[in-house]
């Protein structure tokens, strides 16, 4: 009788670990994530075009994405052909005109040059209201994964320059679209986020 009831302890405690531990085998493709793909091969390396455009510069936002943080420079009407800019990493970002430094804070600076001005050439009013070496206006970095500070430096002879303190010395891409630049800093050097 002893025997008996150990070879049915033993079938029931055999059932209850294939049944736990089937269960989880089961839930697994369910509940994985899948890693994102994020592109590669944006390089560090400083970006150009040489075009330039009298659209003024009207405002400058970022976001977060997946695989890289975003900055983004409205000239609205301005054509895709005719956005001009210079980025590339600086040791250290110096205002055009003055050679004033404006601090930028994070372990790498970026500096952003869109050949087009923040003010209204007919006029020379301002049509964005940033003051050189202060933060840019209405853009909160809190929470981004690589953007650390973005700085004003001024507009100067037609181009607007701006600081983008990141994280590290990261891969980037430039992209010129109808109306508007953009600066996509990857969060990392891998294909993955």
Known sequence: MLQKRMICATLVLVGATLTTAAVPAAAT??????????PTGWGSLPKSASESTTTPVRDVRTGRHACHDRMVVDLPGAARGGLGHSVRY???????GSGRHIPVSGG??????????SYAPESGEPTYPA?????LPGV??????TFRDA???????GETQIG??????????????????????A???????
């Open 29 to 38: 493709p369910a509940t994985a994530t899948r890693a994102t793909a994020c």
């Open 90 to 96: 600086v040791d250290r970002l110096h205002q055009d």
């Open 108 to 117: 790498a600076v970026l500096e952003v040059r869109v050949a087009a001005p």
């Open 131 to 135: 003051r050189a070496g202060r933060p």
């Open 140 to 145: 909160d970095l809190t929470g981004y994964r």
């Open 151 to 157: 700085r004003f430096a001024g507009s100067f002879e």
């Open 164 to 185: 983008l303190g990141v994280r590290a010395r990261l891969p980037f891409r430039v992209l010129q679209l109808d109306g508007r630049l953009v600066i996509d800093v």
């Open 187 to 193: 969060h990392g050097w891998t294909g993955s986020r």
